[in-house]
């Protein structure tokens, strides 16, 4: 067997179809750029799909959106059977040491609807198979993350925070979001999953 066809065989995502949404971010561009990597069809709105896709990564984190994206899915029109729905979010217990109030209360609001709407749906979609998970996830070195810090939080004070001591990055998310994307994952749904290393 050649390496190029080992290669091919180890990929996670290998021809599966995935939608990617969400405003421009640096998860965005991490996890198009690792589904692509793991062999994967991306795509980056609705409108661009002919028919179905396998996956749907939603980066929205809003319970808007987030409702308006699974009703079109409990609708039959937009993911395969069998297929897998991965709903990413800040969690408010991860950064209330270091957000302004009302910026924790509105990511609690919203990461919590995303959360709960996930397991509603995990159980409405289940007879398809179609998984839904929800990963909650603490500071991350993104431009999006540090627009919800206080002014006087820096970086030592978040290491300070972290078991692993380091601030993952959005490719280090991207990696669990495959895993949720993948097979591997095909008996997981109806979880929020916390990627994570916060103290307690």
């Given at each position: ?7 091919k ?40 799909i ?13 319970i ?26 800040f ?30 749906y ?56 495959v ?14 999953f ?7």
């Amino acid at each position: 067997m050649s390496s190029e066809t080992e290669k091919k065989e180890q990929k996670l995502l290998l021809s599966k179809r995935v939608l990617v949404i969400g405003r421009d971010s640096s998860f965005r561009e991490a996890v198009i750029k690792r589904s692509e990597e793991e062999g994967a069809v991306v795509f980056g709105e609705i409108e661009q799909i002919d028919g179905r896709v396998d996956i749907i990564v939603n980066l929205t984190g809003r319970i808007q959106e987030t409702t308006e994206l699974l009703s079109k899915v409990q609708e039959g029109d937009l993911v395969n059977d069998g297929g897998s729905i991965i709903n990413l979010v800040f969690d408010p217990k991860a950064i209330f040491r270091f957000s302004p109030i009302d910026i924790v209360q509105d990511v609690a609001i919203q990461s919590g609807g995303v959360s709960e709407l996930g397991k509603v749906y995990a159980e409405s979609l289940g007879n398809r198979r179609v998984r839904v998970n929800t990963l909650l996830v603490g500071p991350v070195d993104t431009p999006d993350f540090s627009g919800l810090l206080r002014k006087d939080i820096d970086q030592e004070t978040i290491l300070a925070s972290r078991c692993l001591h380091k601030i993952p990055k959005s490719e280090d998310i991207s990696s669990a979001v495959v895993f949720f994307a993948s097979d591997i994952s095909s008996y997981i749904t109806g979880t929020v999953f916390p990627i994570e290393d916060l103290r307690t």
